[in-house]
């Protein structure tokens, strides 16, 4: 029993109670248990009200008894004839109650609740609004009910599809018979059926489960057993080729999208909770559960799939389809088969791949191995594919980011353009990238440096990180002169030239030669005088 019974019921009750009905028969008659009607009586006389306070007739002829109006040897014993006029007969009564349906406490209102459900307002919202503005004394339930029903429309019959040939395969997963493993133990299987919709030509194949990897093989393995490829593969939105179900748009594995584009097929998820969108693989399913694999046990997986094989080509292929009327080997041989695409030279490349999040160091881990990143992809999700030679990784965009070969486990592929310039320390930059840097600040920077390292050798590397870094407290101009007045002392200690930028010791100034003035004579006649000083004095000595 439910919780609330039918007001077709409980009237029927009621009007049995008064007609002297026991609790017994009423049970009987109407089908209530008889704990439900004493509950029923129960509430009626906790509530005053009087139909089902009035007790059935067991009881009334009990209370009677006791009262010493109906002698002992006068005691009935079963239920009271009833008097003709005492109410209806049970089939009356619940005929009645049938063909005569309680009216609803929200009658009254049907016209606020079209025009609520037109603007597309809930069960509860209708309820608030019809209690707040109208006085509405009825229950949510009642509402909800009335919604139901209004909303409930007759049910067109459903369309059947039919596919060209070679065009739709429709594909499915079901329970596989049980098989023993190396240790003697059963384990379960599933089998997945694929079905060709225009000739019901199938191949099934049981995994032993259903992830992404086992279902593109048995796949590839229908293909080369059918010997083509259809156009399109009709599934349900199964977790091994469907991320997240979408009728409009789903969101596919990119290893299904991949693969179909290797195969040139397409796969067309169902719309969710609609298994009848690929009802030419639901009953085959069954049809290969309870024909071929129920009630048997197989000593191992590829002893199950051998006889599978065997199943479809004397069994399935063999009968009359019940829907197209024809024999299915017959119609796939003579028609569908050479229209399905040819296969590819070569079967879809098998390998891994998993979402990864990339560490704060800026390496994902594939196989116990790391592989670094672009700095911008740090702490993202990112898709990680690999096989035994080469790592190859995608953002969400499926855009290839990264490429690997692949290294050792526990070994680290880290390429130098993942690394961000600002983590890069200047061992790594080497002498000659600091050089360059030092040469734009000027050239006695650039000797002072070049002369430094000669003196110092190695330890002098670190004196050129600490060159550049004077760049952002003092200008060009400062460094050069302090580089230019250290060089002169072959001073080759960054403190050194930290004093002498501090000091800023001035230069003597160099006075421009002045050849012409009112003071001074000619240079000529300096010439002629001295020139004459020496004849004259060689003169004399003769």
Not at 110 to 139: C, M, N, P, W
Not at 289 to 295: C, E, I, P, S, T
Not at 401 to 411: L, N
Request: aromatic letters at 8%; hydrophobic letters at 35%.
């Amino acid at each position: 029993m439910s919780n609330h019974l039918a007001m077709d019921k409980v009237q029927a009750v009621q009007q049995l109670v008064q007609a002297g009905w026991s609790q017994r028969k009423i049970s009987e008659a109407v089908g209530v248990d008889r704990k439900t009607i004493r509950r029923l009586l129960q509430q009626a006389a906790s509530k005053g009200t009087s139909a089902p306070s009035e007790a059935p007739t067991g009881l009334i002829a009990d209370a009677e008894a006791s009262k010493g109006t109906t002698s002992s040897s006068q005691a009935p014993t079963g239920p009271p004839a009833v008097a003709q006029d005492a109410g209806p007969t049970c089939e009356q009564v619940v005929a009645s109650t049938v063909a005569q349906p309680s009216r609803s406490t929200c009658q009254a209102f049907h016209e606020l609740i079209v025009a609520a459900l037109q603007q597309r307002l809930t069960a509860k919202r209708i309820y608030q609004d019809l209690v707040v503005d109208h006085g509405f004394t009825g229950s949510y339930w009642a509402v909800n009910r009335y919604v139901k029903c209004l909303e409930k429309k007759d049910d067109l019959p459903f369309r059947r599809l039919e596919t060209a040939p070679g065009y739709e395969a429709q594909i499915d997963f079901g329970k596989g018979a049980p098989y023993l493993d190396s240790s003697g133990k059963k384990r379960r299987c599933h089998v997945l059926r694929f079905v060709l919709s225009f000739s019901r030509k199938a191949y099934s194949e049981v995994v032993p489960r259903q992830t992404t990897d086992c279902f593109l093989n048995a796949l590839e393995n229908a293909f080369v057993a059918l010997g083509g490829v259809p156009r399109t593969l009709v599934v349900d939105n199964l977790k091994a080729a469907v991320l997240k179900a979408d009728w409009f748009d789903p969101e596919l594995n990119p290893k299904i999208i991949d693969f179909c584009r290797h195969y040139n097929t397409a796969i067309l998820p169902t719309k969710p909770r609609m298994p009848r969108h690929k009802g030419k693989v639901e009953r085959g399913v069954g049809y290969v559960q309870d024909n071929a694999l129920k009630g048997r046990v197989f000593d191992s997986l590829s002893k199950q799939n051998e006889y599978l094989v065997h199943w479809e080509r004397t069994v399935a292929d063999t009968r009359i389809h019940g829907t197209t009327k024809q024999h299915v080997g017959k119609l796939y041989q003579e028609v569908e088969r050479a229209a399905l695409q040819s296969l590819p030279l070569e079967r879809f490349p098998s390998y891994e791949e998993a979402q990864r999040k990339v560490a704060r160091d800026g390496h994902i881990e594939v196989a116990k191995s790391y592989y670094s990143m672009p700095p911008e992809y740090c702490t993202h999700v990112v898709w990680a594919r690999w096989d035994g030679r080469t790592v190859r990784v995608f953002n969400r965009l499926f855009e290839q980011i990264a490429y690997h070969p692949s290294v050792e486990p526990g070994k680290y592929s880290t390429h130098p353009q993942h690394i961000a310039s600002q983590k890069i320390n200047g061992v790594e930059r080497g002498i000659a990238y600091h050089l360059e840097k030092i040469s734009y600040i000027g050239p006695q920077a650039a000797r002072w440096s070049q002369a430094m390292l000669e003196q110092r050798g190695i330890p002098g590397a670190r004196v050129l990180q600490g060159l550049l870094s004077l760049t952002q407290k003092h200008c060009s101009a400062e460094i050069e002169s302090a580089c230019e007045t250290a060089w002169k002392h072959q001073l080759f200690h960054l403190g050194s030239l930290k004093r002498l930028i501090g000091q800023q010791v001035p230069q003597q100034q160099l006075m421009e030669f002045t050849e012409d003035h009112w003071l001074i004579r000619p240079a000529h006649e300096y010439a002629q005088f001295v020139h004459d000083v020496i004849q004259g004095g060689c003169h004399t000595h003769d």
